[in-house]
């Protein structure tokens, strides 16, 4: 029935991510195919995923290439390439181009020297069945005959005629099973004929076929171990020499024989390595060397210090890096604290590499932090001087900045100033995201934003952030500037600057940063009415007040902005005469399920009640503000809770309106009182009996004189005078202790309710 419904094929291909090819000069695009089937009408009735791959390569690529042309090149005629990755593509393409030479990289160039067998003889094409003979021989003769082979199968020329002969595969296949345990060279000679077919993605299947790879995971894993026997061993000798010349010779001895055989394992261990990453392309094979622990593996060998081995151990780890079982295999295994010691080192692309995995790395915030632990933080800030290295050192202190345990750990380091440096340097250019993002990251440290001040850092921070319009710059600036101490009164000479930026026709981003940075300074010498009359701003506050009138950000920062320049008694006034306050309760109404918003203007109304003038308009001709603020102090979220506790006790405790405080007192102590009668209620039904510890108390829930009558209501009494109560109860006159204690303990209740800390509970239950 579903196929005779079925009338379109649709299929979406979408790129996932750009890399460089590990072992050639080809770029390699990971993608994905979503075919779907539709019926008649367009609906959907079957669908697929498929991941898929596809390498392009780049003869043409040497050093004296054009990168832009090249890339530009590449985009236009590879289509699963979209035009906005022209950057990307360049950049990986600028890599590549000053990349060292790898094995395999085109037809007729030799392969990398991992192994070249002495031999005073000139493989032949046409002797291949010879040297086969020489294979059911001993291992001298099995070591000639492979070593000819492999003459042959460095030119790839001659691949397609070997990969035919089924019977020299299959002969090498079986002496490499058999043998590789009795000769290193044996081993290393035929794992690598077995490489040259692993260079081109077309013979993969052979390699596969012959079960090569599950091969090379045991010859690894078998010379890892016998390379601990090794090192066990001499540090047993070593520790016996100096009592015995004899055995100072006899270690002197193991030293070499030890690098002997160092340096062949290695050959080994590299051509092993590189035939497995070239499998790795398909991700299958991959997830299957993932189950027989590569990861262990490839990192027990970040310990050499042969740097060609840890070029390719670096580049296989940050493949396997960017699935998230491999990284925390990597963390379990202490990968950074390996890889900080190649940071720096003299070879080039071994630093990058090692950057570049850094970089996987650092998404995960354990590995962050254990970056900072081994002291990677001062020496990728030293990286920002170096051309080749800096961008990816750059995005690694961006992830460090975004944890602010770190934060203030970069003044320690040469960071800041060649920060500032590249800011300023980049004249009318834009600033690359990576130098913009940690920097808006750092300002948010106190002693960061001071030595970004230094000097004329803010006076150039500003200068360009104002000509150029840069919201990310004004963002940083605005960082800056919420710190009180030595930063925020820099501030001063900027006011005016900051406040003409406040319109209606400038972009609402950049009026957020810039009003975002005013509402920062809460500077007692700031004259904030000459501000809103010079640069007419009310009208503008008072407008973008109305639900919808903005995006909810900037409307919020026009409520901070309102609640910074009421400190001000002169301005507080201004604002209730201009109706800002009915405005507010406009937006307390649309936004009250939004704590940031209601935390917000409640604090505007704590500020307004310090002035005759607001406070007039607040509790009298707007008595919706004192309601709102009196209900918020039952919300959950605990700012809420502190700014409306304040605002209360304001009328309790100044005695400015009696009424309103014995108004709010008495709500207060019903919400208490509700929640513990509603705890008691409840625990009575669970355990079916109450018992009382006193009698005496029973009328407790009941009494006018003592808690709450069963109407509900507050006696007057008890809130006018608490202490004239009978002597169970008291009230230590403490506003702060009426509204805000609590028991730690179970069976008693919260002082707030009026019993004493030191009492038996009144209750129990059996």
């Given at each position: 029935?579903?196929?005779?419904?079925?009338?379109?094929?649709?299929?979406?291909?979408?790129?996932?991510?750009?890399?460089?090819?590990?072992?050639?000069?080809?770029?390699?695009?990971?993608?994905?195919?979503?075919?779907?089937?539709?019926?008649?009408?367009?609906?959907?009735?079957?669908?697929?995923?498929?991941?898929?791959?596809?390498?392009?390569?780049?003869?043409?690529?040497?050093?004296?290439?054009?990168?832009?042309?090249?890339?530009?090149?590449?985009?236009?005629?590879?289509?699963?390439?979209?035009?906005?990755?022209?950057?990307?593509?360049?950049?990986?393409?600028?890599?590549?181009?000053?990349?060292?030479?790898?094995?395999?990289?085109?037809?007729?160039?030799?392969?990398?020297?991992?192994?070249?067998?002495?031999?005073?003889?000139?493989?032949?094409?046409?002797?291949?069945?010879?040297?086969?003979?020489?294979?059911?021989?001993?291992?001298?003769?099995?070591?000639?005959?492979?070593?000819?082979?492999?003459?042959?199968?460095?030119?790839?020329?001659?691949?397609?005629?070997?990969?035919?002969?089924?019977?020299?595969?299959?002969?090498?296949?079986?002496?490499?099973?058999?043998?590789?345990?009795?000769?290193?060279e044996l081993a290393t000679i035929i794992i690598y004929i077995f490489f040259c077919f692993?260079?081109?993605?077309?013979?993969?299947?052979?390699?596969?076929?012959?079960?090569?790879?599950?091969?090379?995971?045991?010859?690894?894993?078998?010379?890892?171990?016998?390379?601990?026997?090794?090192?066990?061993?001499?540090?047993?000798?070593?520790?016996?020499?100096?009592?015995?010349?004899?055995?100072?010779?006899?270690?002197?001895?193991?030293?070499?024989?030890?690098?002997?055989?160092?340096?062949?394992?290695?050959?080994?261990?590299?051509?092993?390595?590189?035939?497995?990453?070239?499998?790795?392309?398909?991700?299958?094979?991959?997830?299957?060397?993932?189950?027989?622990?590569?990861?262990?593996?490839?990192?027990?060998?970040?310990?050499?210090?042969?740097?060609?081995?840890?070029?390719?151990?670096?580049?296989?780890?940050?493949?396997?890096?960017?699935?998230?079982?491999?990284?925390?295999?990597?963390?379990?295994?202490?990968?950074?604290?390996?890889?900080?010691?190649?940071?720096?080192?003299?070879?080039?692309?071994?630093?990058?590499?090692?950057?570049?995995?850094?970089?996987?790395?650092?998404?995960?915030?354990?590995?962050?932090?254990?970056?900072?632990?081994?002291?990677?933080?001062?020496?990728?800030?030293a990286l920002l001087g170096d051309e080749n290295n800096r961008q990816v050192a750059m995005?690694?202190?961006?992830?460090?900045?975004?944890?602010?345990?770190?934060?203030?750990?970069?003044?320690?380091?040469?960071?800041?100033?060649?920060?500032?440096?590249?800011?300023?340097?980049?004249?009318?250019?834009?600033?690359?995201?990576?130098?913009?993002?940690?920097?808006?990251?750092l300002a948010a440290n106190i002693r960061n934003a001071q030595l970004m001040c230094e000097?004329?850092?803010?006076?150039?921070?500003?200068?360009?952030?104002?000509?150029?319009?840069?919201?990310?710059?004004?963002?940083?600036?605005?960082?800056?500037?919420?710190?009180?101490?030595?930063?925020?009164?820099?501030?001063?000479?900027?006011?005016?600057?900051?406040?003409?930026?406040?319109?209606?026709?400038?972009?609402?981003?950049?009026?957020?940063?810039?009003?975002?940075?005013?509402?920062?300074?809460?500077?007692?010498?700031?004259?904030?009415?000459?501000?809103?009359?010079?640069?007419?701003?009310?009208?503008?506050?008072?407008?973008?007040?109305?639900?919808?009138?903005?995006?909810?950000?900037?409307?919020?920062?026009?409520?901070?902005?309102?609640?910074?320049?009421?400190?001000?008694?002169?301005?507080?006034?201004?604002?209730?005469?201009?109706?800002?306050?009915?405005?507010?309760?406009?937006?307390?109404?649309?936004?009250?399920?939004?704590?940031?918003?209601?935390?917000?203007?409640?604090?505007?109304?704590?500020?307004?009640?310090?002035?005759?003038?607001?406070?007039?308009?607040?509790?009298?001709?707007?008595?919706?503000?004192?309601?709102?603020?009196?209900?918020?102090?039952?919300?959950?979220?605990?700012?809420?809770?502190?700014?409306?506790?304040?605002?209360?006790?304001?009328?309790?405790?100044?005695?400015?309106?009696?009424?309103?405080?014995?108004?709010?007192?008495?709500?207060?102590?019903?919400?208490?009182?509700?929640?513990?009668?509603?705890?008691?209620?409840?625990?009575?039904?669970?355990?079916?009996?109450?018992?009382?510890?006193?009698?005496?108390?029973?009328?407790?829930?009941?009494?006018?004189?003592?808690?709450?009558?069963?109407?509900?209501?507050?006696?007057?009494?008890?809130?006018?005078?608490?202490?004239?109560?009978?002597?169970?109860?008291?009230?230590?006159?403490?506003?702060?202790?009426?509204?805000?204690?609590?028991?730690?303990?179970?069976?008693?209740?919260?002082?707030?309710?009026?019993?004493?800390?030191?009492?038996?509970?009144?209750?129990?239950?059996?």
């Amino acid at each position: 029935k579903m196929q005779d419904d079925a009338r379109y094929l649709k299929r979406k291909v979408t790129v996932d991510r750009l890399d460089v090819h590990p072992t050639e000069k080809a770029l390699v695009i990971h993608y994905e195919v979503e075919a779907s089937i539709l019926g008649e009408g367009g609906g959907h009735m079957l669908g697929d995923r498929k991941e898929g791959q596809k390498i392009v390569r780049l003869k043409s690529l040497s050093p004296s290439t054009d990168v832009g042309a090249l890339a530009k090149k590449v985009v236009d005629e590879c289509k699963l390439i979209s035009p906005s990755h022209l950057p990307q593509v360049e950049q990986l393409l600028y890599y590549l181009q000053n990349r060292k030479s790898f094995p395999g990289e085109g037809k007729g160039q030799s392969f990398h020297r991992f192994y070249t067998p002495a031999l005073n003889e000139e493989a032949s094409i046409t002797r291949v069945d010879e040297y086969v003979e020489l294979l059911y021989e001993d291992i001298p003769e099995k070591i000639r005959g492979s070593a000819l082979i492999l003459q042959l199968a460095r030119n790839p020329d001659n691949l397609e005629e070997l990969l035919n002969n089924e019977a020299a595969l299959g002969a090498l296949a079986r002496v490499l099973r058999e043998d590789w345990k009795q000769s290193v060279e044996l081993a290393t000679i035929i794992i690598y004929i077995f490489f040259c077919f692993s260079s081109f993605s077309q013979f993969h299947g052979v390699v596969s076929h012959y079960k090569i790879g599950a091969l090379c995971m045991s010859v690894v894993e078998h010379e890892l171990k016998k390379h601990d026997i090794w090192l066990e061993d001499l540090h047993k000798k070593s520790k016996s020499a100096p009592e015995n010349g004899s055995l100072r010779k006899d270690q002197g001895k193991a030293l070499r024989k030890y690098q002997g055989l160092l340096a062949k394992q290695e050959q080994l261990l590299r051509v092993s390595l590189y035939l497995l990453l070239n499998l790795a392309e398909d991700t299958r094979t991959e997830l299957k060397m993932r189950n027989k622990n590569i990861v262990t593996l490839l990192v027990k060998v970040l310990e050499r210090d042969d740097e060609e081995l840890l070029v390719l151990v670096v580049s296989f780890l940050k493949k396997l890096s960017i699935f998230l079982e491999n990284k925390n295999d990597m963390a379990e295994m202490d990968t950074v604290e390996r890889l900080a010691r190649l940071v720096p080192c003299d070879h080039e692309d071994l630093l990058n590499l090692t950057l570049r995995l850094l970089l996987n790395l650092s998404f995960d915030s354990g590995l962050r932090a254990k970056m900072v632990e081994v002291g990677l933080l001062p020496k990728l800030s030293a990286l920002l001087g170096d051309e080749n290295n800096r961008q990816v050192a750059m995005r690694i202190l961006y992830h460090i900045s975004i944890d602010d345990r770190y934060k203030g750990m970069f003044v320690y380091t040469d960071c800041i100033p060649q920060l500032m440096q590249m800011v300023f340097e980049n004249g009318e250019e834009e600033i690359e995201p990576e130098l913009i993002s940690i920097c808006i990251n750092l300002a948010a440290n106190i002693r960061n934003a001071q030595l970004m001040c230094e000097g004329n850092g803010l006076k150039m921070l500003m200068k360009r952030a104002l000509k150029m319009k840069d919201c990310l710059l004004m963002k940083m600036i605005r960082n800056i500037s919420q710190h009180d101490g030595l930063t925020k009164p820099l501030f001063i000479d900027y006011v005016g600057d900051l406040a003409a930026e406040i319109r209606a026709d400038e972009e609402e981003e950049w009026v957020l940063e810039c009003l975002g940075t005013l509402a920062n300074l809460t500077l007692p010498d700031l004259d904030w009415e000459l501000v809103l009359r010079e640069y007419n701003l009310v009208p503008y506050l008072k407008d973008r007040l109305k639900p919808g009138s903005a995006e909810d950000d900037l409307i919020l920062e026009v409520v901070i902005m309102i609640g910074t320049v009421s400190i001000d008694d002169a301005c507080a006034a201004m604002l209730a005469k201009s109706g800002i306050i009915p405005a507010l309760i406009e937006l307390l109404n649309a936004k009250q399920e939004d704590d940031e918003f209601v935390c917000q203007i409640v604090y505007v109304f704590y500020q307004m009640v310090f002035h005759q003038a607001t406070r007039d308009v607040i509790i009298k001709d707007t008595p919706q503000a004192t309601h709102h603020t009196q209900n918020s102090v039952f919300k959950k979220n605990s700012r809420d809770r502190f700014l409306s506790n304040f605002f209360t006790r304001f009328f309790i405790s100044q005695e400015y309106d009696e009424e309103w405080g014995r108004k709010i007192q008495s709500e207060k102590f019903r919400f208490h009182n509700n929640q513990w009668l509603e705890m008691v209620e409840s625990r009575q039904a669970d355990d079916a009996e109450v018992y009382f510890y006193d009698n005496d108390r029973t009328d407790l829930f009941y009494s006018t004189d003592v808690m709450t009558p069963a109407d509900g209501s507050v006696s007057p009494d008890f809130l006018s005078n608490p202490q004239a109560q009978n002597g169970d109860l008291h009230h230590t006159g403490d506003s702060n202790d009426f509204f805000d204690q609590t028991s730690s303990s179970p069976g008693r209740p919260a002082t707030a309710y009026g019993f004493r800390p030191d009492e038996q509970p009144f209750y129990q239950y059996s």
